[in-house]
Structure formats: structure tokens, C-alpha cells
């Protein structure tokens, strides 16, 4: 499986941007997919999961309410829909994936469970 993203750059806060995560060599059915990002001088963390088999989704509590996962399966792709952006959003935004199934690799977004990971995109919030 691999992983392509797209779709990061400057934004001005309260804005929006829309990440894409594009995969080829498997159909992501069989993955639940995860999205993280990792800010100057922070460690990776989990933004939000999402398994279409389980119909399970989390959210961080810092991006709950601003950000929606979805999936296009007709493309084989994964968004990150981020809404009334912070300054604290400013990071290097990584797309995952893991074949397997169940909460455990949802609730949290546990980094250490995800194995293909996409190449990562910045996003830059400031005015």
C-alpha cells in the first residue's frame, strides 16, 4: 500500500483547507486509516481514525468539532476537511494505514499500530 498526500499550504486562521490522502496497491477497504501531524518541537499525534468496517471515528479532543474524516472509495482516497484553522494547527500532516479492524486502532489514533504511512504535507495557519 502506498500513500500520496496532497493539499496543504498557508491558510489564514478561521480558514479551511482539505487534505487528500490517495492510495494505490491495495483498496483501502481492507484499512482502517488514520491522520496525525506533528508540529515544530512536538512529538507525532493522532488527529483522527476512522475505520469503514467498524463505522468508528476519533476525533482529538483540540480538533473535535473543526475536522471531519471522510473517504471516497471510488478513489481510493481519504480527506481531512479542517475548518476554523488555529495557529495551533500549523504542522506536518501524515496520512496512515493499518489492515485491521476494531477500537483499539481507533480510539486514540495509537501511532505505533498504524504501518504505511504517506510522506507527509505541511500546513502553515497565520496571518
Known amino acids: 500500500l502506498q500513500l500520496v498526500e496532497s493539499g496543504g499550504g498557508l491558510v489564514q486562521p478561521g480558514g479551511s483547507l482539505r487534505l487528500s490522502c490517495a492510495a494505490s496497491g491495495w483498496s483501502l477497504d481492507y484499512f482502517a486509516i488514520g491522520w496525525f501531524r506533528q508540529a515544530p518541537g512536538k512529538e507525532r499525534e493522532g488527529v483522527s481514525c476512522?475505520?469503514?468496517?467498524?463505522?468508528?471515528?476519533y476525533y482529538a479532543d483540540t480538533v473535535k468539532g473543526r475536522f471531519t474524516i471522510s473517504r471516497d472509495n471510488a478513489k481510493n482516497t481519504v480527506y481531512l476537511q479542517m475548518n476554523s484553522l488555529k495557529p495551533e494547527d500549523t504542522a506536518v500532516y501524515y496520512c496512515?494505514?493499518?489492515?485491521?479492524?476494531?477500537?483499539?486502532?481507533?480510539?486514540?489514533?495509537?501511532?505505533?499500530?498504524?504501518?504505511?504511512w504517506g510522506q507527509g504535507n505541511k500546513v502553515t495557519v497565520s496571518s
Open positions: 496512515a494505514a493499518v489492515a485491521a479492524t476494531g477500537w483499539g486502532i481507533i480510539e486514540g489514533c495509537p501511532e505505533d499500530e498504524y504501518d504505511y
Open positions: 476512522h475505520s469503514e468496517r467498524d463505522q468508528l471515528t
